[in-house]
Every structure is written in C-alpha cells, then in structure tokens.
T-cell receptor
C-alpha cells in the first residue's frame, strides 16, 4: 500500500463545474496536509495547507480533512480552463519528520471550455 | 520577495560523471529539502537540511549527497551518474521544519539529463 494515494485521472470537468480531488494516506500519525498544483513543465505551487479536521476555504478552493478516515480532499468551485494541471497531495508527519513530505502520484485535472 | 532559486535550470551529463546542483532558499527560510521527480516514481524525498545539518534522508543511494551553508543555501551532489538519475530535481524551502507546520515552497527545478 502506498503511503499517499490519489486517483491518477485524468479527471475531466466542464468549465464552471466543481472539481473534486481525493487523497488517502496510510500513516495515522500524519499531521500536516498540503495540496500543490503543477502545470506541465513547471514546479509544484502550493495551493492549500490544512492541519485540523474539517473544511478550510480559500477563494474557489476548499480543502477537507478527515483524520479518522485518513482522507483529505480538494474542491475547486467554478472550475476554469486555467485550473487544468496535475494536483499533488502531500503529507507530513510533523513531529519527527521535519521537512519530509510524502507525495501522492498526482491527479491530472482537465477543465473543458 | 524572491522565491527559491535553483541553478542551473538544465544540465546534460554522461554516465559516470558527477554533478552539483545549487539552491538558494527564500530569504529567512532555514529548512531546505530536495526532491527527485520522475514520470514513473513521481516526487520522492531525497533529504532535508536545517541549520547546516542533515535532518532527514530518503531512500536513495549514497551517491546522492548534500550540504547546507551558514546562509541556508544548499547544494546537492550526485556522483557516478546513471541513466536512471535523469529527472527533475526540486528544492523546497520553509521557515523551519520539525515541529512547525510551515509549508514548503518549491523552486523551478533543475532538469538533469544523463546520456
């Protein structure tokens, strides 16, 4: 079992729709969770960080964390073609892992005009 | 505020050579982590440096090494290059690692190609 798992996609949604990206992790002691966006040929860009159970909203993005289910998700409302990218879920066991992030394989999102 | 700066952006080497990559973190950031990204394996953690000390290490052979200087700049070295070392090498910095929840910010990466 991989430490962090994501659906590889591609996930295709029409412009204006809600895109839902999911991520599960295997280590219960994981404490910090991050979503990065990576455009083709570019480096990952931080979108959201979440540390506590529940929802965290930032503009069109909402991150949801459920530690009991070991599940974190990212919702993108009013999806735009410019949101087309690969979305990477990253997990950190903060208390003794320092800067070590464990990444999922990424979900490719395609937003069709 | 300048972001994470990695040099060079592109590098072509041959098998058996060695290479040094450089990373300058965001001003004030003390933690620098290195990652390797390949199509098959995705993003994999190499190592992290904090206050000139390696604090974490991933599952890579000893040919991969690094160091951090007193100004937090970091270098990564790969010796005896193999074809499988062809990858995008990413550096990420954060204010500090450890007990902090500070997120990491990535540089543009160095694209290393081994011929």
């Amino acid at each position: 079992q991989k430490e962090v798992e994501q659906n590889s996609g591609p996930l295709s949604v029409p412009e204006g729709a809600i895109a839902s990206l999911n991520c599960t992790y295997s280590d219960r002691v994981s404490q910090s969770f991050f979503w990065y966006r990576q455009y083709s040929g570019k480096s990952p860009e931080l979108i959201m960080s979440i540390y506590s159970n529940g929802d965290k909203e930032d503009g069109r993005f909402t991150a949801q964390l459920n530690k009991a289910s070991q599940y974190v998700s990212l919702l993108i409302r009013d999806s735009q073609p410019s949101d087309s990218a690969t979305y990477l879920c990253a997990v950190r066991r903060t208390y003794n892992q320092g800067g070590k992030l464990i990444f999922g394989q990424g979900t490719e999102l395609s937003v069709k005009p | 505020k300048a972001g994470v700066t990695q040099t060079p952006r592109y590098l072509i080497k041959t098998r058996g050579q060695q290479v040094t990559l450089s990373c300058s973190p965001i001003s004030g950031h003390r933690s620098v982590s290195w990652y390797q990204q390949t199509p098959g394996q995705g993003l994999q953690f190499l190592f992290e440096y904090f206050s000139e000390t390696q604090r974490n290490k991933g599952n890579f052979p000893g040919r991969f090494s690094g160091r951090q200087f007193s100004n937090s700049r970091s270098e990564m070295n790969v010796s005896t290059l193999e074809l499988g070392d062809s990858a995008l090498y990413l550096c990420a910095s954060s204010l500090e690692g450890g007990l902090s929840n500070q997120p990491q910010h990535f540089g543009d990466g160095t694209r290393l190609s081994i011929l």
